[in-house]
């Protein structure tokens, strides 16, 4: 098994449990260069919020997209939007990423901002 097909059997793992309790999720996902963040439906089938590091608005405050600094502030930014779109609480998907760094800083920066986990 390499580093890519573990990542996605915890990401199967995490949102089998997710599903079960049937709470809206805010899935993230980064890359090399970026990361991004998504506050999805508890059915799945639409995206209530978004934010990333690939918009206009949020690249021009940065001085890198790949870094802690950036996955804070698309950390507080989703929480706002979320908050204007009248969700409080969410599920945490990290999609099989391990929680340190960036996915911490982004999950840390949106409880600062009031969104609940």
């Given at each position: 098994m390499d580093k890519k097909q573990?990542?996605?059997?915890?990401?199967?793992?995490?949102?089998?449990?997710?599903?079960?309790?049937?709470?809206?999720?805010?899935?993230?996902?980064?890359?090399?260069?970026?990361?991004?963040?998504?506050?999805?439906?508890?059915?799945?089938?639409?995206?209530?919020?978004?934010?990333?590091?690939?918009?206009?608005?949020?690249?021009?405050?940065?001085?890198?997209?790949?870094?802690?600094?950036?996955?804070?502030?698309?950390?507080?930014?989703?929480?706002?939007?979320a908050l204007a779109a009248g969700?409080?609480?969410?599920?945490?998907?990290?999609?099989?990423?391990?929680?340190?760094?960036?996915?911490?800083?982004?999950?840390?920066?949106?409880?600062?901002?009031?969104?609940?986990?």
């Open positions: 573990a990542r996605l059997k915890r990401a199967i793992k995490l949102r089998s449990k997710i599903k079960k309790i049937g709470a809206t999720r805010l899935s993230i996902h980064k890359s090399g260069q970026h990361i991004y963040a998504q506050v999805i439906s508890d059915d799945g089938r639409s995206t209530l919020a978004s934010a990333s590091t690939t918009q206009a608005d949020i690249k021009a405050s940065l001085k890198s997209t790949s870094n802690m600094e950036a996955a804070a502030e698309v950390g507080k930014i989703i929480a706002q939007r969700i409080t609480e969410v599920a945490f998907d990290r999609s099989g990423f391990k929680y340190h760094g960036r996915v911490k800083a982004l999950a840390d920066a949106a409880r600062e901002a009031g969104l609940k986990f």
